[in-house]
Nanobody, 125 residues
Framework: QVQLVESGGGLVQAGGSLRLSCAAS????????MGWFRQVPGKEREFVAG????????LYRDSVKGRFTISRDNAKNTLYLQMNSLKSEDTAVYYC??????????????????WGQGTQVTVSS
C-alpha cells in the first residue's frame, strides 16, 4: 500500500516558479511508476508528467515540456515537480499518483492506483 501527501503549492505570479513535493510511504513506492496530474474545476483531470521507478524514463504533456521537471528521490521516498516559467493556464489542483502495477510511464489515470489529496497551484497574470 502507498500513501501520498503533496505539498508546495501556492500563489505565484506568471513567470515564477514552484516546486511541488509528494511524500510517499509504503514499500512499493520504490518500484512504482509515479506521476503528476492536474485538474481545473469543471474539467477532466489531465496528465502532467510521469517517471519510472529507475528515473531513467520521463514523460511530459506537450504544454509543460521545457518548463516542468519531474524527479524522484527513492531514498527519501519523495517525488518532485519543479515548475518554472509558470503561466496562468497552469492554475489547477495538482495531484501526485502511483501506479504500482505498471513498469513504464503512463499517461492513463486509470493505471494509477494511489492518489494524494492534491495541492492548489494558482498563477496570477
Amino acid at each position: 500500500q502507498v500513501q501520498l501527501v503533496e505539498s508546495g503549492g501556492g500563489l505565484v505570479q506568471a513567470g515564477g516558479s514552484l516546486r511541488l513535493s509528494c511524500a510517499a510511504s509504503g514499500r512499493t513506492f520504490r518500484s512504482a511508476t509515479m506521476g503528476w496530474f492536474r485538474q481545473v474545476p469543471g474539467k477532466e483531470r489531465e496528465f502532467v508528467a510521469g517517471i519510472r521507478w529507475t528515473s531513467s524514463s520521463t514523460l511530459y504533456r506537450d504544454s509543460v515540456k521545457g518548463r516542468f521537471t519531474i524527479s524522484r528521490d527513492n531514498a527519501k521516498n519523495t517525488l518532485y515537480l519543479q515548475m518554472n516559467s509558470l503561466k496562468s493556464e497552469d492554475t489547477a489542483v495538482y495531484y501526485c499518483a502511483a501506479a504500482t502495477g505498471v513498469v513504464v510511464t503512463t499517461v492513463n489515470e486509470y493505471d494509477y492506483d494511489y492518489w494524494g489529496q492534491g495541492t492548489q497551484v494558482t498563477v496570477s497574470s
